[in-house]
């Protein structure tokens, strides 16, 4: 513990006479890498089994889609990976903005206007809002909701208690989830039931939300609370980043709590179990761990080796991530494609779904790349 204080208030010293608005490019282009397997990337890959029947793609084709209940494939990383950027992204933002006015109520008015943005828009990407049927609409239901319901909890953390009592209240709310499952009976059911039916979060959401129950085996309302544990970590590699300790200092850190956060996600899966529908806290942790190395990765990158071409795509990709997220799930851009690379079916055969696909995906990447060159970002 002393060892943590210790680093802590080199962080906090660092952080003194930062420039907020200082970007670091490694974290936009992760962005971009998240996104671009939301938007065409899962399609492109999943089409590759079609071609080769291979094992080698049959395992691509799996990792390419969410774990069934237990366990965890490559896809389970996409939604955490977004909640953890939001959270590096909020140091920066809310740095910016308090330099240029310290009162919290201008960033109140901020926060509260773009949970409400996430919200509605998350009710009609997967809430079914759109259909202006009061009795199909889903109130809870989708990755942008969680987004809102992270950044609130982040946001209250962050503007309320300094960082050494950031970490104790986000530990607690692993805690508390924990408690819950461990506490609360599910009536009929007991305690600690971890099966698709029977836990304490989804009898929750049933019990809440009524009809407006999204009908799957996500949990929303008690996972809010891990939604939050994931935007904080995020929100304390953001400190990190914005620290003045030197690059190689903030790599073997990402690396260090990467490698402590999987093995204790992983060995704490043996008395909690990983699951990504009900967003426990082993996933919490393993999820974490497997963000502060891919962020590793990238930052040994682009930001000490300097290696910066390779990543122009994502970073155009992830200039515009809630416009590319929501337009994707709203736009079938493959019939657009299919206009272009349709009459290619007859002569490509078995790779036409891999065409259509990174078709697709080209279609939005245009619209993303003009977006980015004549400066027009869509920020909430």
């Known amino acids: 513990m002393i060892a943590v204080r210790q680093y802590v208030n080199r962080i906090n010293l660092g952080l003194r006479g930062i420039n907020p608005g200082e970007r670091v ?30 094992p080698t793609t049959q395992w691509i084709s799996r990792q390419m889609d969410h774990a069934e209940w237990f366990g965890f494939t490559f896809y389970d990383l996409i939604m ?26 201008m960033l109140w008015k901020h926060i509260l206007t773009r949970v409400l943005w996430l919200w509605v828009l998350g009710m009609v990407v997967q809430g079914k809002l759109l259909t202006y049927d009061f009795a199909a609409i889903k109130l809870y239901s989708n990755t942008l909701q969680a987004i ?40 009929g059911i007991g305690v600690g039931g971890f099966t698709p039916d029977g836990n304490i979060a989804i009898y929750m959401d049933k019990l809440v939300l009524g009809s407006f129950q999204d009908g799957t085996t996500y949990s929303w309302l008690l996972s809010s ?15 990190l980043l914005q620290s003045k300790i030197n690059g190689m200092e903030k790599l073997v850190a990402l690396l260090v709590s990467g490698v402590a956060l999987t093995v204790l996600g992983i060995t ?16 919490v942790l393993f999820s974490g761990g497997l963000c502060f ?16 071409k390779w990543c122009s795509m994502f970073i155009v990709v992830g200039s515009n991530a809630i416009f590319a997220y ?11 494609a299919k206009v272009f690379v349709g009459g290619l079916e007859q002569y ?20 993303l790349k003009l977006m980015h060159d004549t400066k027009v970002f869509v920020r909430l």
């Open 25 to 54: 490019l490694s974290v936009d282009a992760l962005r971009g890498f998240d996104m671009f397997w939301i938007i065409g990337g899962q399609k492109i890959f999943r089409s590759l089994d079609e071609v080769f029947h291979s």
């Open 148 to 187: 809102a319901a992270g950044y609130l909890i982040a946001a209250i953390i962050i503007l309320y208690f300094p960082m050494i009592r950031q970490l104790i209240a986000t530990m607690g709310l692993l805690v508390i989830y924990w408690a819950v499952f461990a506490l609360v009976p599910v009536p």
């Open 348 to 367: 490509v055969g078995a790779w036409y779904p891999f065409t259509l696909a990174l078709g697709g995906f080209l279609v939005l990447y245009l619209i």
């Open 80 to 105: 955490p990976l977004f909640l953890y950027l939001v959270g590096i992204s909020m140091v920066f933002s809310f740095n910016k903005r308090l330099s240029k006015d310290p009162s919290r109520m």
């Open 268 to 283: 704490w899966q043996i008395w909690h179990p990983l699951i990504k529908h009900l967003w426990t806290g082993s996933f």
């Open 326 to 336: 929501v337009s994707s799930h709203i736009f079938d851009f493959r019939l657009i």
């Open 293 to 308: 190395l891919l962020l590793a990765a990238f930052y040994y990158l682009i930001e000490i080796r300097r290696y910066r």
């Open 225 to 239: 609370l891990n939604f939050g544990v994931t935007t904080m970590l995020g929100v304390f590699t953001g400190y």
